[in-house]
């Protein structure tokens, strides 16, 4: 899904070779690097955690805690 997200703004972001105002190329830029830096965050919002274990309550007397 996130390869057809990525090939999807090369297809819609070209302009005419010709009749473009400096604010129509400004505008196309700006929403290119939106575009890309929106899937960058969401790329860095699905890389794998590992699951954490839940720690265990069980009031022994030996505690790990290296701060008495």
């Known amino acids: 899904m ?9 297809q819609v972001s070209t302009l005419p070779r010709t009749g473009n105002s400096e604010i129509d190329t ?3 830029y ?3 690097v939106g575009y890309w830096h929106c899937l ?8 794998y955690t ?3 274990a839940e720690p265990v309550a069980d009031f022994s007397e030996t505690n790990d805690n290296p701060n008495p």
């Open 26 to 28: 400004a505008y196309n």
């Open 2 to 10: 996130m390869d057809l997200a990525k090939s999807h703004i090369m």
């Open 40 to 47: 960058a965050v969401i790329d860095a919002m699905s890389e």
């Open 30 to 32: 700006g929403m290119i």
């Open 50 to 52: 590992p699951v954490q």
